[in-house]
């Protein structure tokens, strides 16, 4: 059977006072994690925390299932675990109003092994996933940001949407409002596939082509390229917390 082990390292940064980042590494049940708190808002880093917390309890419940080869929806057990992670941060605002308006981004890597291994992916903001796939790297999923609508609709390029003042305001996450709709993607995997999680820390500091080049230099070694990622977004100004899960088979 496919054994699927994961690798992460967050980092402060070299301005940011605090890490609001958040991650979970559950290689037995399949299941990664990387939450990024609402910079400049109160609390992101308690609802970052909230969230991992919450998925974590949630999938420990559902373990045996898991295992077995159930969820027969994937993207239903991911919706599951995203939307009680969004209860919780709405409960703990609740009981503290002072945190009112806190949240934050969250992206979910779940990979069922039999009969072959897919992974499914869940995301709310501008946490990304990527898969690494013989020298080729592909985004997984697209950012839930004001800037991916203007490219959306053409009001922007590329090139203008890298430097647009707006172009790190979400248009969704989590505890923020009282409805979340995360999207869902799944990509069947091959046996020397890198799967990557990654707070928007790492993609500030590089981009998509800079990320491919460090993963094809370090040869497709989980730890290798994870400790990269992290040490070229810090050589590069590390302006946010950053965070990365590389997931790799063995």
């Excluded at 919706?79 to 992670?85: G, R, V, Y």
């Excluded at 999207?183 to 995997?189: A, D, I, V």
């Excluded at 990320?211 to 094809?216: E, F, G, L, T």
Aim: proline share 5%; hydrophobic share 40%.
């Amino acid at each position: 059977m496919s054994i699927w082990i994961g690798v992460a390292r967050s980092e402060i940064g070299l301005v940011r006072s605090s890490n609001q980042d958040a991650y979970l590494l559950l290689d037995r049940l399949g299941l990664w994690a990387v939450a990024d708190g609402m910079g400049g808002h109160v609390g992101g880093d308690i609802a970052a925390q909230i969230a991992i917390n919450s998925i974590k309890t949630r999938a420990m419940k559902t373990a045996e299932a898991i295992q077995e080869g159930q969820p027969d929806a994937p993207s239903a057990f991911l919706s599951d675990l995203i939307h009680h992670a969004h209860d919780a941060i709405l409960e703990r605002t609740r009981l503290d109003p002072s945190l009112k308006g806190m949240g934050t981004t969250i992206v979910l890597l779940f990979i069922r092994p039999r009969p072959t291994p897919i992974a499914h992916i869940a995301h709310l903001g501008d946490s990304r996933a990527y898969l690494f796939r013989a020298g080729a790297l592909t985004p997984l999923t697209r950012d839930h940001t004001l800037i991916e609508k203007y490219l959306e609709h053409g009001i922007l390029t590329p090139k203008t949407a890298r430097t647009h003042p707006e172009r790190h305001v979400l248009t969704q996450a989590l505890g923020v409002s009282s409805l979340v709709k995360p999207s869902f993607s799944s990509y069947p995997l091959e046996q020397n596939d890198l799967l990557l999680l990654c707070s928007d820390g790492l993609t500030k500091m590089l981009d998509d082509e800079q990320i491919r080049n460090i993963c094809s230099i370090t040869q497709g070694d989980p730890t290798q390229t994870c400790q990269s990622l992290i040490t070229a977004s810090l050589d590069r100004g590390g302006t946010d917390n950053v965070t990365v899960i590389v997931v790799g088979h063995v």
